[in-house]
């Protein structure tokens, strides 16, 4: 027997038809959407369970030129944008061994080979960037998604050396430092690609907001966020 009163059970399921996050963790009514010129593409595998404090489809809300898909698999990336595009002048964020942190040059974030050795010239690796791609889920699903779209090896490649460590702090353990939400990932992109940032400042808003009302919460009530995470290009 149910022992929660009718009305409890509703709230307990109750979540936001945008971010789908439970009601007390939604942060959508404080996002103001920004007008990027660098699109944004965040792909997520669909085994991806982590509604609590995951950010992925939150990332997409703060953009006008973002696109949110979940599946594995598409044929090309014009076929998951649902418009032309040319791989070669997006970026997808690297999810291999490469340690940005530990290459010495010194920037936030960092144009790759196809050996994962930083390019010489770091300006024009970079220039001309139309959209980035960010892969979602635990580390082996990331790789899922990396392998099984063979279209993302013709496009560039970029890796993050964040100054700071991600606001997740205790809540979600990270094997790197450069391991960030997809919130965070995807504001320190847009805004050094944009030179904008404004689009960094509103998207840790946004984050910080969402685990603020997340620790608020007692314990007992809180939704199950995810475990420790994969290797540090990993995004959430």
């Known amino acids: 027997m149910n ?6 059970a509703t709230e307990v399921q109750e979540e936001c038809p945008k971010c789908l ?82 290459l010495g040059q010194g920037q936030e974030i960092l144009a790759l080979d196809a050996k994962n050795k930083p390019l010489p010239d770091q300006e024009t690796a970079v220039a001309g960037i139309e959209g980035v791609i960010l892969l979602d889920g635990t580390w082996s699903q990331a790789k899922t998604l990396w392998w099984r779209n063979a279209w993302l090896l013709k496009s560039r490649r970029v890796a993050l050396a964040p100054k ?12 790197r430092r450069e391991g960030l939400s997809t919130l965070e990932a995807a504001g320190l992109l847009l805004s050094r690609l944009e030179g904008r940032p404004e689009i960094e400042t509103a998207l840790v808003a946004s984050f910080d907001r969402l685990l603020t009302r997340y620790r608020e919460l007692p314990k007992t009530a809180r939704p199950a966020a995810g475990a420790t995470r994969g290797r540090g290009a990993r995004r959430r």
Not at 164 to 173: F, N, Q, T, V
């Open 164 to 175: 700071r460590p991600s606001l997740y702090g205790k809540l979600r353990r990270e094997p």
């Open 21 to 102: 996050k439970p009601a007390s963790l939604c942060v959508c009514e404080g996002i103001e959407r920004i007008a990027n010129r660098v699109a944004l593409l965040i792909l997520q595998h669909p085994q991806e369970q982590d509604k609590a404090l995951g950010t992925a489809r939150l990332t997409a809300l703060h953009f006008n030129n973002a696109t949110f898909k979940v599946g594995l698999s598409w044929p090309s990336l014009a076929k998951a944008l649902g418009r032309p595009a040319d791989p070669k002048r997006w970026a997808t964020l690297y999810l291999g061994s490469a340690d940005p942190a530990a």
């Open 3 to 8: 022992d929660l009163p009718a009305a409890a």
